[in-house]
């Protein structure tokens, strides 16, 4: 089916451990983001990437990594884990803005 | 950098009434978006404004832009129930990547 599909759904990792969040595009837009969402901050963003092998920084990068070797993929990487990452982390992507912007269902990340 | 703040940030209204939410941003972009949030969902959207006096509806909401003013807004008619959700506005970067920044969210709760 097309659309933008995040992976796992639910996660719960111990602090200090890596974990990475999936994420997947049908439509081959160019554009993708890595969003996190707390309470009382909105959505903030990660990181973000033009193209294949474009990535840069967003508003918060630290302690993430990614990388887009193909443009319908964009994973998240915590490198090690802390309470703080606990968050709901959401996938988007676009083409060039004029249709709007289309969100993955999210994925609820516990830091324990 | 781009700043956009949102207010209220809680609304608490009757069935019926009519109420309008503001969106204000700091720097020049001409995209600026709409989103809705049910709790524990994705975010839904709701409109793309494009231009300066954009103007849109869609049943009971209506979302209007002032690129001049840096303000959107998004106005609820007699409002119902099944309106109770969050809402955000979101605006473009005007430069590379069409990053998107958002407002901190409303909620919404419209009461019998």
């Known amino acids: 089916d097309a659309g933008i599909t995040q992976s796992p759904r639910y996660k719960i990792t111990e602090t200090g451990r890596q974990v990475t969040l999936m994420c997947h595009q049908t439509?081959?837009?160019?554009?993708m983001f890595w969003y996190r969402q707390d309470l009382g901050h909105g959505l903030r963003l990660i990181y973000y990437?033009?193209?294949?092998?474009?990535?840069d920084k967003g508003e918060v990068p630290d302690g993430y990594v990614v990388s887009r070797s193909k443009t319908e993929n964009f994973p998240l990487t915590l490198e090690s884990a802390t309470r703080s990452q606990t968050s709901v982390y959401f996938c988007?992507?676009?083409?060039?803005?004029?249709?709007?912007?289309?969100f993955g269902s999210g994925t609820r990340l516990t830091v324990v | 950098e781009l700043k956009v703040e949102q207010n209220p940030l809680f609304l608490s209204m009757q069935e019926g009434k009519n109420y309008t939410i503001y969106c204000n941003y700091s720097?020049?972009?001409?995209?600026l978006y709409w989103y809705r949030q049910d709790p524990g969902k994705s975010l839904e959207s709701l409109f793309v404004?494009?231009?300066?006096?954009a103007v849109k509806q869609e049943g009971r909401l209506m979302a209007s832009l002032d690129t001049k003013a840096r303000l959107s807004t998004l106005h609820i008619t007699a409002a119902v129930h099944d309106l109770s959700a969050t809402y955000f506005c979101?605006?473009?970067?005007?430069?590379?990547?069409?990053?998107?920044?958002f407002g901190t969210g409303t909620r919404l709760q419209v009461t019998l």
């Open positions: 988007a992507s676009t083409e060039a803005g004029l249709r709007g912007y289309t």
């Open positions: 439509w081959s837009h160019s554009y």
């Open positions: 990437s033009a193209a294949a092998d474009i990535t």
């Open positions: 720097t020049t972009s001409d995209r």
């Open positions: 404004l494009l231009s300066n006096g």
């Open positions: 979101a605006v473009a970067d005007t430069g590379t990547a069409s990053k998107l920044t």
